[in-house]
């Protein structure tokens, strides 16, 4: 059974930045595609970016994270990080990520949240002044 452990979520102010780190322990990150989702209260939850498997290891932002958030892969550690920057209230939310495992995935943007088989139990993120 894999499971996936996101950390770095906190409470910050407008305008700040955050890191958000997924990791494994009985996987290697590195071969899958991993995708990070967040869930405001009230709100569904939604997928806000990917990074596939493949050897291009292609990205996807949605609309409202775009040019603020930058995810990526840490060899080294095996992570997936999700860098947010200029974070804003409307951020706020409960952060996921998830693994697409047993297939490559060369354009993770095309897949929806049910195709995702591994997820972590969340990292919670509050932008407040």
């Known amino acids: 059974q894999v499971h996936l452990v996101e950390s770095g979520g906190g409470l910050v102010q407008p305008g700040d930045s955050l890191k958000l780190s997924c990791a494994a322990s009985?996987?290697?990150?590195?071969?899958?595609?991993i995708g990070w989702f967040r869930q405001a209260p009230g709100k569904e939850r939604e997928g806000i970016s990917c990074?596939?498997?493949?050897?291009?290891?292609?990205?996807y932002y949605a609309d409202s994270v775009k040019d603020r958030f930058t995810i990526s892969r840490d060899n080294a550690r095996d992570t997936v990080n999700l860098q947010m920057n200029n974070l804003k209230p409307e951020d706020t939310a409960i952060y996921y990520c998830?693994?697409?495992?047993?297939?490559?995935?060369?354009?993770?943007?095309?897949?929806?949240?049910?195709?995702?088989?591994?997820w972590g139990q969340g990292t919670q993120v509050t932008v407040s002044s």
């Open positions: 990074i596939s498997s493949d050897v291009d290891g292609n990205t």
């Open positions: 998830a693994m697409i495992g047993d297939i490559v995935v060369t354009s993770c943007g095309q897949y929806n949240q049910n195709e995702y088989n591994y």
């Open positions: 009985e996987v290697t990150l590195n071969y899958y595609a």
